[in-house]
């Protein structure tokens, strides 16, 4: 039966009204179902089609040493972790991941979390509350900003990616408050741009502040080897908590925060899904091991990332495209209205390519787009067969000429 069949009571009317106007607006997300692994090509209700719409900037995501690593782990483990950590004990896999993640990020210590979301809520408010002030990027990610408004910290939001305007609001208000918390997205992930976190630093440094980096989009692409974007501007040592996430790159699931081993050990004592979460389970652990075992060996899927992301980028824009002002492998293709984008969509999925609309509340309304991501699973025939598809579409639909 589906949700407009229902019978739906009086008092749930007001849900059937809101979804019934997101679906006349094109911003009702309509999800397709996958039945293979993820790589550069799926199976999409039921239909071969090229990926280009996943986070597995690297392939790991089915990889074959993630695979057996998470297969051997579980005939040794078992599957979960049974309970939190601070009262079931924790497992030396976890153990053993922190450790490695803060060799990679050369940092001094690592926490992992369920997921980069649960890091965000557990370590803003553990840092700070009521009396505090955090001065955040306006366009942050979802789980920062859910993670501000959980601490009760009053929040002053500074232009986005500018400096300038941080150090504004810095001098406006720091004095007002016991502390202060800077927060910001390393990649920002729906325009690809890049936080100028040097000059951010720059200005954070002289008003008594902690900072903090979200790079969920920057791990195993910025940097050396995929280090990260503290690696990416050389800042090791300078910016306090780097928040991170495993469900990217890596290929896998988890959330990771990095950075001063007082932190951390804090987050062991307050971090609120670290206390009462249980961990990532066994097959997650062992894979992200898995995962910076093939990071630290060589630099090869980073490189073919990037050798992607400029032929992909450099071919779209022949074609008449406006991408925006992405400097990753993040590629959005911007359409404006979202019944534009959804039916750009839909004439790719027919083509054979699988690029998701993404609209409101997503992105501001008005600038809807297709989000191509690009992988190091792609290999050159899958770039052009993609790119084959978007000119056809573009011209059909005259958006190019
Ligand atoms: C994707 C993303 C997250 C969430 O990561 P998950 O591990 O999937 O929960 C957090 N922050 C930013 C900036 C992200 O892009």
């Known amino acids: 039966m589906s949700v407009s069949d229902a019978h739906v009571s009086e008092k749930l009317q007001w849900i059937q009204d809101e979804l019934q106007s997101l679906k006349e607006s094109g911003l009702y997300t309509r999800i ?4 293979s692994s993820q790589g550069a090509w799926l199976v999409v209700d039921g239909k071969k089609a090229l990926n280009f719409c996943s986070n597995n900037y690297l392939g790991l995501a089915n990889h074959p040493r993630l695979v057996r690593a998470a297969s051997e782990a579980i005939q040794k483990y078992g599957v979960g972790p049974a309970a939190v950590r601070t009262i079931a ?18 940092v001094a210590a690592a926490i992992s979390f369920q997921s980069g979301f649960n890091a965000n809520l557990g370590t803003i408010p553990a840092l700070v509350g009521k009396e505090d002030a955090i001065f955040s990027d306006e366009l942050n990610h979802a789980s920062i900003i859910d993670g501000c408004r959980l601490s009760g910290a009053r929040i002053i939001r500074y232009a986005h990616c500018d400096p300038s305007d941080l150090e504004r609001a810095l001098k406006e208000h720091r004095s007002g408050f016991t502390r202060a918390l800077v ?3 390393g990649v920002f992930s729906m325009d690809g741009d890049v936080a100028p976190l ?33 690696d990416h501007f050389h800042l090791h040592g300078k910016v306090d908590i780097e928040i991170g996430t495993m469900s990217k790159a890596f290929g896998v ?4 925060v990095a950075g001063n081993p007082v932190v951390i050990e804090w987050l062991r004592q307050r971090g609120r899904p670290f206390l009462f979460s249980s ?4 097959p997650d652990t062992a894979a992200c091991l898995a995962a910076l075992d093939v990071l630290e ?11 992607n992301t400029r032929y992909f980028k450099d071919e779209m824009r022949r074609l008449g495209f406006d991408i925006g002002k992405s400097i990753t492998p993040i590629t959005p293709v911007m359409l404006g209205e979202a019944p534009l984008a959804q039916q750009f969509s839909r004439e790719l999925f027919e083509n054979g390519v699988f690029a998701t ?34 000119a056809r579409v573009g011209r059909s639909t005259g958006v190019i000429a």
């Open 279 to 282: 961990a990532m389970t066994v």
């Open 297 to 307: 060996e060589s630099t090869e899927l980073v490189d073919k990332l990037w050798a």
């Open 198 to 230: 040097d000059a951010i630093y720059e200005v954070t440094r002289h008003y008594d502040a902690i900072l903090m980096v979200d790079d969920a989009h920057g791990e195993g692409v910025l940097g050396h080897g995929g280090r990260g974007i503290v």
């Open 253 to 256: 699931v988890g959330g990771l």
């Open 183 to 185: 927060v910001t997205d």
């Open 32 to 35: 397709r179902t996958l039945s």
């Open 357 to 390: 609309a993404i609209g409101f509340p997503t992105v501001p309304r008005g600038k809807a787009r297709i989000r191509v991501m690009i992988s190091a699973a792609h290999e050159r025939d899958d770039l052009d067969y993609g790119l084959e598809a978007f």
């Open 89 to 106: 004990g924790t497992m030396e896999l976890h153990v053993e991941l922190e450790k490695r993640l803060a060799a990679f990020k050369k």
